[in-house]
């Protein structure tokens, strides 16, 4: 069973409207999340990650994800998208303490002019 | 401080043949992990070394994976023989520390496209 799920393959968003990316997860996801983001033609780089405290974490680019028990959800927001934000964004998280990310399926941000 | 680099970039074979892709973790990283995307589908782990022995390779599709990671250093992944399924990204991780919670730092990927 997926352990991270992304509802949404890809998001359009004009630029400057606030975008929120979904991302939920399972009991067997131990709750240490993470949100990497994917720029085209480069690696993956860590975007932001929550491991314990605050439930709402911030980049330094503008991005904020809030840990919510309740929901088993880890949401990705930004209240204002530039062009230099197309990417895919990739939520995961690590399954029963084991060293190994679960990825969920990705999502495409396209912001549109 | 160098990050994670992974060669080559982009391979085309034909089914049958012999890849070996490789990859350079961060100096000092004792942790060093495998992964791999197929198109349309979610990053899987393949395995994980911790200096030169495999903790993890519960990820490893079947016996035509190889991987290596000597003296601790560098890593390869040999695929032998290729098939068409084994297209898609692989990713090349690594990590400090042996406790949770720690980041992986990932590399740019291998674009592996069997013919």
């Known amino acids: 069973a997926q352990s991270v799920t992304q509802l949404d393959s890809q998001v359009p968003v004009f630029e400057e409207a606030p975008v929120e990316l979904r991302c939920n997860y399972s009991?067997?996801?131990?709750?240490?999340l993470f949100w990497y983001v994917q720029y085209p033609n480069q690696g993956l780089q860590l975007l932001l990650k929550?491991?314990?405290?605050?439930?709402l974490v911030k980049s330094i680019n503008g991005f904020e994800a809030e840990f919510n028990k309740s929901q088993t959800s880890f949401h990705l927001r930004k209240p204002s998208v530039h062009i230099s934000d197309t990417a895919e964004y990739f939520c995961?998280?690590?399954?029963?303490?084991?060293?190994?990310?679960?990825f969920g399926t990705g999502t495409k941000l396209q912001v549109i002019p | 401080e160098a990050g994670v680099t992974q060669f080559p970039s982009h391979s085309v074979i034909e089914k049958g043949q012999t890849v070996t892709l490789r990859c350079d973790p961060i100096?000092?990283?004792?942790?060093l992990y495998w992964y791999r995307r197929v198109m349309g589908k979610e990053i899987k782990f393949l395995l994980h070394?911790?200096?030169?022995?495999?903790?993890?390779e519960s990820g490893m599709p079947n016996n035509r994976f190889l991987a290596e990671r000597t003296g601790g250093t560098y890593s390869t992944l040999k695929v032998q023989p290729a098939e068409l399924e084994d297209s898609g990204v692989y990713f090349c991780?690594?990590?400090?520390?042996?406790?949770?919670?720690?980041?992986?730092?990932f590399g740019p990927g291998t674009r592996l496209t069997v013919t």
């Open positions: 991780a690594s990590s400090q520390g042996s406790s949770l919670p720690y980041e992986q730092y």
């Open positions: 070394f911790v200096k030169e022995s495999k903790q993890d």
């Open positions: 929550y491991l314990s405290g605050s439930t």
């Open positions: 100096s000092g990283h004792d942790n």
């Open positions: 995961a998280g690590f399954p029963g303490g084991y060293q190994k990310v679960t």
């Open positions: 009991s067997s996801v131990s709750v240490y």
